[in-house]
């Protein structure tokens, strides 16, 4: 079984090396895979409208998953002082 830690976030079963900004939430490629996703809506409370409001956002603004991703991990590594390069096992 292989285990990575990386900002202190543990991942269990990942063992194929990719670069942080590569990497990606599993089954989350584009704005197609947010609606079609159950816990985007319940994030909202089932709120279709506050939904509706935030994936026309990100359609108009050419944002998908991987993009918010990216920005997210890099914000958390900035924070944890992680190194800029960090490898992510995924």
Do not use: W
């Amino acid at each position: 079984m292989c285990q990575v830690f990386f900002c202190g976030i543990g991942v269990q079963h990942r063992c194929v090396a990719v670069r942080l900004t590569s990497a990606h939430p599993h089954g989350m490629s584009d704005i197609g895979d947010l609606i079609q996703s159950t816990e985007v809506y319940e994030c909202f409370d089932g709120n279709a409208v506050e939904v509706e409001i935030m994936l026309d956002y990100l359609g108009t603004q050419h944002i998908s998953p991987r993009h918010i991703y990216g920005e997210v991990s890099l914000s958390l590594c900035t924070q944890k002082s992680c190194p800029v390069g960090l490898t992510l096992r995924l």
